[in-house]
């Protein structure tokens, strides 16, 4: 069967703009081909993250070079293929044994010359470096917002991120976590918490039934005493707590000695 050359494009979210944006790479791309001579076969077009091959059109390229359907592959820069060195350096290693020369059109190199392969790696370093950077800015500004008082990640039931990043109450939701700790802390039981609630047929924010575990992260969340806990800190909050310390302490202290 006669071999194919295989574009890969990708962006990391669909909002990406400029020269990283499909259509960019895409044409980008096709120019490149087109200056060399070379027919694509197909274009392979994903949204997602570079760090992980768990990806649909990179499974489907490693099958196609499998099946050795590969000449070549065209990407816009290198990092649009992984953007993590181990992946990189196992899929480039994959293409070289197997004859399949990588092209990378914005940065103008190669893998079928020996400057091309160096070039290569001095890319793979850089690429790396920066994505453990973002790792350590996104890192770094998670703990920022959690010293200032903000909750840095994840929703929480019985609250609603306004446009300051801060939490703000949800009034019916408010209602239904403090309902959740007096029952507890009348019933000392999960379960009759959970079985009041749904008799009730009040449900989460999913429009599920409440279950035992659910009530449980409930009550162990410091998030409604307006405390939050970061990489093992606690810190006060600025948002308004639902339900007082003292109510919040004596569920846990119930909890704590195993008579949930």
């Known amino acids: 069967m006669e071999k194919g050359h295989y574009s890969v ?39 997602g993250s570079g760090t992980t ?75 790396q470096y920066a994505v453990d950077n973002i790792r350590s800015l996104v890192k770094g500004g998670l703990t920022t917002m959690a010293r200032s008082g903000l909750k840095a990640t994840g929703s929480v039931y019985g609250y ?12 019916s939701e408010a209602v239904v976590v403090s309902k959740i700790f007096k029952l507890y802390s009348q019933h000392r039981s999960l379960g009759k918490v959970a079985h009041t609630l749904n008799r009730q047929q009040i449900l989460t924010r999913r429009g599920k039934s409440f279950s035992r575990m659910t009530i449980k992260n409930i009550l162990n969340n410091k998030t409604y ?23 919040w302490n004596r569920c846990n202290q119930m909890l704590s000695g195993n008579r949930g």
């Open 160 to 171: 609603e991120r306004n446009e300051d990043k801060a939490l703000g109450v949800v009034k």
């Open 225 to 247: 005493i307006s405390r939050i806990v970061h990489n093992g800190v606690e810190t006060k909050a600025i948002h308004p707590p639902i339900v007082s310390t003292r109510l």
């Open 53 to 127: 091959g768990e990806r649909k059109q990179i499974q489907t390229l490693y099958k196609l070079i499998s099946e050795d359907k590969v000449e070549g592959i065209l990407c816009y820069k290198l990092d649009r293929i992984f953007r993590n060195m181990k992946l990189s350096i196992d899929f480039i290693s994959i293409c070289v044994e197997k004859g399949i020369k990588i092209h990378s059109v914005a940065e103008s190199i190669s893998t079928d010359t020996p400057a091309g392969m160096f070039m290569v790696n001095c890319l793979l370093s850089v690429n």
């Open 9 to 47: 494009l990708r962006v990391s979210h669909l909002s990406q703009i400029g020269n990283f944006s499909i259509d960019q790479q895409k044409e980008s791309i096709e120019a490149y081909a087109d200056l060399h001579s070379i027919e694509i076969t197909e274009h392979l077009a994903e949204c």
